[in-house]
T-cell receptor, first 115, second 111 residues
Framework: ETGVTQTPRHLVMGMTNKKSLKCEQH?????MYWYKQSAKKPLELMFV???????ENNSVPSRFSPECPNSSHLFLHLHTLQPEDSALYLCASSLSRAEGNEKLFFGSGTQLSVL | KQEVTQIPAALSVPEGENLVLNCSFT??????LQWFRQDPGKGLTSLLLIQSSQREQTSGRLNASLDKSSGRSTLYIAASQPGDSATYLCAVLSGTYKYIFGTGTRLKVLA
């Protein structure tokens, strides 16, 4: 148990659906991240929030929309996805994003399949 | 642009063997390097973090070293066990506090 909880664990959706991924951390951290992990590719950073403010959008298509209502919760809203968006979506947190010497703590991920 | 490479991509060893996993990076200006373990379909668990000023870190049977000037890190696993079977990833923190990950080494320890 890493202290970072993601729901749902698995999600199957059609290209016209709208769904949301949820991440919650119980570690008192101030920075939260969304990563995408596709087969045979390195983890790709999607979004970063530091103290609830978005500090990074790594050229992610607008069909992915993040939301961070407070330092403990992070959402990824999905709409009009493509089959190539099928991947494991991982949430992570760290104490902050300023020190450069902090560990990343990951959730178990949401395995997304887009049909 | 920072790039991280891990070799080999996959490795099978008999139980009890000592082994070394390799990670190389192209830009030596890093803040830290982390080694992670990932079980199939699961998230990543941080194993060791080495700050840029450090040469190595140890935790139990794991020892990670860092040679910043040559852009290399190794993860040494002593007396491997079947429970060590997983994918091991390294990531470097550089640039604008962004972690860059390698593609991992898939380890299988045979009983």
């Amino acid at each position: 148990e890493t202290g970072v909880t993601q729901t749902p664990r698995h999600l199957v959706m059609g290209m016209t659906n709208k769904k949301s991924l949820k991440c919650e951390q119980h570690l008192g951290h101030n920075a939260m991240y969304w990563y995408k992990q596709s087969a045979k590719k390195p983890l790709e950073l999607m979004f970063v929030y530091n103290f609830k403010e978005q500090t990074e959008n790594n050229s992610v298509p607008s069909r992915f929309s993040p939301e961070c209502p407070n330092s403990s919760h992070l959402f990824l809203h999905l709409h009009t996805l493509q089959p190539e968006d099928s991947a494991l979506y991982l949430c992570a947190s760290s104490l902050s994003r300023a020190e450069g010497n902090e560990k990343l703590f990951f959730g178990s991920g949401t395995q997304l399949s887009v049909l | 642009k920072q790039e991280v490479t891990q070799i080999p991509a996959a490795l099978s060893v008999p139980e009890g063997e000592n082994l070394v996993l390799n990670c190389s990076f192209t830009d030596s200006a890093i803040y830290n390097l982390q080694w992670f373990r990932q079980d199939p379909g699961k998230g990543l668990t941080s194993l060791l973090l080495i700050q840029s000023s450090q040469r190595e870190q140890t935790s139990g049977r794991l020892n990670a070293s860092l040679d910043k000037s040559s852009g290399r890190s190794t993860l040494y696993i002593a007396a491997s066990q079947p429970g060590d079977s997983a994918t091991y990833l390294c990531a470097v923190l550089s640039g604008t506090y962004k972690y860059i990950f390698g593609t991992g080494t898939r380890l299988k320890v045979l009983a």
